[in-house]
C-alpha cells in the first residue's frame, strides 16, 4: 500500500469513528431496575448468549425479562470500529484477567499467565474481539458433553450456527448458511502481509480453508461478523 493509499485509509477509518461518536451524542435510555416488579427471567451477563436470550425471550411481549451487566452500554465508537479494537484492551470496558500458569506457554509473561481479555460491556467480549467469528473446535464440544453437558456435542449446537449466519464468503458449503442474523464475511481489505502469511502456511504443506468448516485446523483469512 502506497502513502497516499494508507493515508485515505486511515482518513476514512477516522471520519467514520467521528461520525459514529456524534451519532451516539444524544442520551441513552436505559429501563431501570425496579427491586419491586417481579420478573419472569433473569439473565446476569449481557455477553453473546445473555444478549441472544434476552431477545429472543422478549419477543413475547407478555414476558418480562431483566439482563443485568457488570459494565455500561456499548457506545463507545472504538467498539463499532474494528480496527481501534485494540484500544478496548485493557480499558473500562475490559475485565483484564489473567489465565492459569502455563507449562508449556506464555513464557514472555509474569508467571507465565497470559492476559486474557474478557469483554465487561453490553455485549461482552464479542464487543472487544475485533469482530472475528470462530465457531471453535468441534472436539471442545463433544468433550463438553462427555463431561456431562447435555446438549452441548457439536452436532448438536451446529444447527444453531447454521440458523444463526447469513454467511458472505461467497464458498457454497454444507457448514455455512444464509438468511440468519447474524453476517459473517471475509475483510473487504487484505494487506499483503496476511496473503503471504496464507501462502506461507500452503508452501509448507499445512492445509489452507475454511477453520469454521471441515476442520478448525490450518491457514485462512479471518472471518468476520462484519457486513
Given at each position: 500500500m502506497?502513502?497516499?493509499?494508507?493515508?485515505?485509509?486511515?482518513?476514512v477509518?477516522?471520519?467514520?469513528?467521528?461520525?459514529y461518536?456524534?451519532?451516539l451524542?444524544?442520551?441513552?435510555?436505559?429501563?431501570?431496575?425496579?427491586?419491586?416488579?417481579?420478573?419472569?427471567?433473569?439473565?446476569?451477563g449481557?455477553?453473546?448468549?445473555?444478549?441472544?436470550?434476552a431477545?429472543?425471550?422478549?419477543?413475547?411481549?407478555?414476558?418480562?425479562v431483566?439482563?443485568?451487566e457488570?459494565?455500561?452500554?456499548?457506545?463507545k465508537?472504538?467498539?463499532?470500529t474494528?480496527l481501534?479494537?485494540v484500544?478496548?484492551l485493557?480499558?473500562e470496558?475490559?475485565?483484564?484477567?489473567?489465565?492459569?500458569?502455563?507449562r508449556n506457554?506464555?513464557l514472555?509473561?509474569?508467571?507465565q499467565?497470559?492476559y486474557?481479555?474478557?469483554g465487561?460491556?453490553?455485549?461482552?467480549?464479542?464487543s472487544?474481539?475485533?469482530?472475528?467469528?470462530?465457531?471453535?473446535?468441534?472436539?471442545?464440544?463433544?468433550?463438553?458433553?462427555?463431561?456431562?453437558?447435555?446438549?452441548?456435542?457439536?452436532?448438536?449446537?451446529?444447527?444453531?450456527?447454521?440458523?444463526?449466519?447469513d454467511s458472505?464468503?461467497?464458498e457454497?458449503?454444507?457448514y455455512?448458511?444464509?438468511?440468519?442474523?447474524l453476517?459473517v464475511?471475509?475483510?473487504?481489505?487484505?494487506?499483503?502481509?496476511?496473503?503471504?502469511?496464507?501462502e506461507?502456511g500452503?508452501?509448507?504443506?499445512?492445509?489452507?480453508?475454511?477453520?469454521?468448516?471441515?476442520?478448525p485446523?490450518?491457514?485462512?483469512p479471518?472471518?468476520?461478523?462484519?457486513r
Amino acid at each position: 500500500m502506497g502513502n497516499c493509499q494508507l493515508f485515505t485509509f486511515m482518513l476514512v477509518g477516522i471520519i467514520a469513528m467521528i461520525a459514529y461518536q456524534w451519532m451516539l451524542s444524544g442520551p441513552v435510555h436505559i429501563n431501570n431496575f425496579s427491586p419491586d416488579v417481579e420478573y419472569d427471567y433473569i439473565i446476569v451477563g449481557a455477553g453473546s448468549a445473555g444478549c441472544v436470550l434476552a431477545n429472543r425471550l422478549s419477543e413475547d411481549p407478555n414476558t418480562t425479562v431483566l439482563l443485568l451487566e457488570a459494565g455500561p452500554v456499548d457506545t463507545k465508537s472504538e467498539i463499532h470500529t474494528p480496527l481501534a479494537w485494540v484500544s478496548l484492551l485493557g480499558s473500562e470496558v475490559d475485565w483484564y484477567y489473567k489465565a492459569v500458569p502455563q507449562r508449556n506457554a506464555a513464557l514472555a509473561s509474569e508467571d507465565q499467565r497470559p492476559y486474557w481479555p474478557r469483554g465487561k460491556v453490553l455485549g461482552g467480549s464479542s464487543s472487544l474481539n475485533a469482530m472475528l467469528y470462530t465457531r471453535g473446535s468441534p472436539a471442545d464440544y463433544d468433550a463438553w458433553a462427555e463431561m456431562g453437558a447435555d446438549g452441548w456435542k457439536f452436532e448438536d449446537v451446529f444447527p444453531y450456527f447454521l440458523k444463526s449466519e447469513d454467511s458472505k464468503l461467497g464458498e457454497d458449503s454444507k457448514y455455512h448458511s444464509t438468511g440468519g442474523p447474524l453476517t459473517v464475511s471475509y475483510p473487504s481489505y487484505s494487506t499483503p502481509a496476511a496473503k503471504a502469511f496464507v501462502e506461507a502456511g500452503k508452501e509448507l504443506g499445512y492445509r489452507v480453508g475454511d477453520y469454521n468448516g471441515e476442520s478448525p485446523f490450518g491457514f485462512s483469512p479471518s472471518q468476520t461478523t462484519i457486513r
